[in-house]
């Protein structure tokens, strides 16, 4: 059987680097996962994300570097019975069942008879879908489809977790349905890899983030360790003029450290309501009226842009 | 707006390569495999001699002639020993191994001139209990009979216009009572003249008729003959598609990235193919066990008696069109694509190896190309079973290639799927 492999961590990659061609996917990733955290992995499209993972559950086989998964190789045995896929994809089997789904997904991880039932069972509860057990997969609902593509991916009771963009086309309500069976692996202790473009998803699901592009990881830490380090403790303030701004005060906004985009002003500052207050002034000298104003903590989209030059989603 | 829709259609035909193929290049690809088939002429044309074995148990001066002119006979084949390497010894055919080469499916028909033919090739009115040519035919071939019995009356009217003469003499004498000695002298002096003439095989003049028998030494109890062979044909035919559209599953999987993710799971790739392997071949074995069902219950194909060798050669028909399917869908990049190649493959097959046209009806060069198709060894093992009745012993040759087509085609389909291996 397995053996127990506690002491190590649920994922360490160390300089891994893969090409294919002469397209370098991974630049040198390393990293490190801790027990029974959520980390996530952002980067803009063609950053590596897909190449990092499909590495992890040994589907890419990497050129050089090191990838342990609880101390073993990604392709030994043992590393398959304790890590779980839950690939972006619906890659289910559409005219069969969930309960037929989960069956041959349960057989293929290496379960049989009473566990494997035992774990249907828990996985229809699990994903809510009991009630749908019977029916085509064809025929549920989106949501119910995201919901047992995840479950197919947990059957085995993995220890780490590797989710690929599990709320993709999801609305709102099945949405929050996933936040919790993901919370629910957590408590179990599960150790997950979220890969998402939703930036709200990762601060709100996260317990840390790394980001990954041109194939490298350029910053990981906690969302305010992330803020910190590159924008530092620096608000966004937001002023929204009436008209567009005319080129004299335009002149004098920018020399205050303000960047201008027609109508909107924004100026990233320490001392905010000296800032405010000053820059009021300067519209009121301008002739210029505002129509509003906002005040906001640095976000992490804004620590993405600073750091990639680039839109989460570009 | 009627051409714009036409012209967006043209446009994804031009994007589709694989329609192309489908559009273009099959039907000329089919145009060419028949047009090789019935080349020059209709069926079995003069181009396609009729093989026939000669059995001369007379050994007169007559029946030698007759055979002589036979093996004149350009639509014809004719062998009267058998090869040394069939049949241990070879030497001349007796009536029995020639009987035996008709049943093994060697000829399509056999001759026996028997003892004291020469006394008496050719006589008017009723046969009486004068001696008769015995014509062994197998009748799963319907024309080669035909065309046998039609020249042996025309070989018999040219090559022995004598013995014509002479039977023309017997009868006046009957009839006239009584020739006198110096119109017998004068008579057989002319029938002696004919002899010398004709001596070279030269064609005679007028017409006279040789009694010929005809027994089908093969099926002769079944009620329906041909059904085995079109349960066989046809059967494999199917079962190539299904098999094809079948292995499809694999394209589907690796297209909605379920392949990854079985891939991703303690499945190995072989472990994979072979699970589908065994899914199509039970599959096929269980759409020929419906086939040939229905063929007893309907046409009355005899299965009783046949179950061993049926089975048998179910196993290896199934076992080698699933590897097919399974390799076809490994070398396909799409469904359509797999549709393409499969039509293509699966028509041309059938037609070379018979499931269409039964091959011994084909130009000899063309029976030869059919064995390179698994249908061609399917439907004689088949037809070995159900037709020819032969021991189970004698499938030997069509499951062994059989069984090596299908051991060839997986490991070339475990190797071609080494592409959705990690890379």
């Known amino acids: 059987m397995i053996r127990p492999v506690t002491a190590a961590s649920p994922l360490e990659v160390r300089e891994l680097r893969k090409s294919f061609g002469g397209l370098k996917a991974l630049d040198g990733v390393s990293l490190d996962m801790f027990t029974g955290e959520i980390l996530g992995l952002l980067g803009p499209n063609g950053a590596g994300k897909t190449t990092l993972v499909r590495s992890v559950v040994g589907r890419v086989v990497p050129d050089s570097g090191e990838l342990r998964i609880f101390g073993r190789g990604p392709l030994e045995k043992e590393s398959t ?40 069972a828990r996985s229809l509860e699990w994903s809510g879908l009991t009630d749908r057990a019977s029916d085509k997969t064809s025929a549920l609902s989106g949501g119910m489809r995201r919901r047992l593509n995840i479950a197919c991916g947990t059957i085995h009771s993995p220890r780490l977790l590797l989710l690929d963009e599990p709320t993709v086309g999801v609305d709102p309500q099945s949405r929050e349905r996933i936040y919790t069976m993901i919370g629910e692996l957590k408590a179990g202790g599960v150790s997950l890899l979220y890969t998402t473009h939703y930036m709200e998803e990762a601060e709100r699901l996260c317990d840390r983030i790394a980001i990954i592009d041109h194939g490298r990881i350029i910053a990981a830490g906690t969302r305010d360790e992330l803020v910190l380090s590159t924008l530092g403790t620096r608000q966004a303030l937001t002023i929204e003029a009436e008209a567009p701004v005319p080129p004299s005060l335009r002149e004098r906004l920018e020399r205050m450290g303000a960047s201008v985009n027609g109508t909107s002003v924004v100026l990233r500052t320490e001392d905010a309501p000296r800032q405010i207050r000053e820059l009021l002034e300067t519209f009121h000298a301008g002739n210029t009226r505002v129509r509003d104003l906002t005040l906001k903590p640095p976000s992490l989209q804004e620590v993405f842009l600073d750091l990639t030059g680039r839109e989460l989603r570009e | 707006m009627i051409l714009s829709i036409a012209k967006n259609r043209l446009w994804n035909l031009r994007r589709d390569r694989a329609a192309m193929v489908l559009s273009f290049a099959v039907p000329l690809v089919f145009f060419t495999v028949f047009a090789a088939i019935f080349a020059r002429g209709s069926g079995r044309a003069a181009t396609n001699p009729v093989k026939l074995v000669v059995v001369d148990e007379d050994r007169s001066e007559s029946s030698s002639r007759f055979v002589a002119a036979l093996q004149a006979e350009t639509a014809l084949k004719v062998t009267t020993a058998a090869p040394a390497q069939k049949g241990g010894a070879g030497g001349p055919y007796t009536a029995a191994t020639a009987e035996a080469a008709v049943r093994a499916g060697d000829f399509p028909v056999a001759i026996v001139v028997p003892r004291g033919f020469g006394e008496r090739p050719i006589r008017f009115g009723a046969s009486g209990d004068r001696s008769k040519i015995v014509l062994l035919t197998d009748p799963s071939d319907p024309v080669a009979p035909q065309v046998v019995a039609g020249l042996l009356q025309k070989v018999a009217m040219t090559a022995m216009p004598d013995a014509m003469a002479q039977a023309g003499i017997d009868e006046v004498e009957k009839w006239s009572g009584g020739l006198t000695t110096d119109q017998k002298t004068r008579l057989q002096e002319s029938v002696a003249g004919i002899r010398r003439q004709t001596s070279g095989n030269r064609p005679g003049s007028e017409a006279g008729l040789v009694d010929v028998v005809t027994r089908d030494v093969v099926g002769e109890k079944k009620k329906n003959p041909l059904i085995a062979f079109y349960a066989a044909g046809i059967g494999v035919m199917f079962l190539l598609f299904s098999a094809a559209g079948a292995g499809g599953a694999l394209i589907e999987e690796a297209e909605t990235g379920t392949l990854d993710r079985i891939l991703s799971t303690r499945v190995t790739m072989t472990r994979l ?62 469904r359509m694509q797999l549709v393409a190649l499969s039509n293509l493959l699966v028509l041309v097959m059938s037609a070379l190896g018979g499931s269409m046209f039964p091959r011994f009806l084909m130009p000899e060069f063309m029976q030869k190309v059919g064995l390179i198709t698994l249908n061609a060894w399917a439907i004689d093992g088949f037809q070995k079973v159900f037709w020819r009745e032969e021991p189970v012993r004698n499938l030997a040759p069509q499951v062994l290639v059989l069984c090596g087509i299908a051991l060839a085609f997986f490991l070339l389909a475990r190797r071609v799927a080494r592409r959705w291996e990690p890379i």
């Open chain 1, 81 to 120: 019975a304790v890590r779980g896929w839950v690939p972006q994809e619906i890659a289910l089997y559409p005219l069969l069942s969930p309960w037929q789904n989960l069956w041959t997904f349960g057989r293929y991880q290496g379960l049989e008879g009473a566990d494997l039932e035992r774990a249907i």
């Open chain 2, 273 to 334: 193919l072979a699970g589908k392997l065994a899914y199509l071949a039970g599959l096929a074995a269980s759409q020929l066990l419906v086939m040939f069902l229905w063929g007893a219950l309907v046409f009355g194909l005899e299965m009783r008696g046949h179950w061993a060798g049926f089975l048998i050669m179910t196993a290896a028909t199934a076992l080698a069109a699933s590897t097919f399917g399974l390799l076809l869908a490994a070398l396909s990049r799409s």
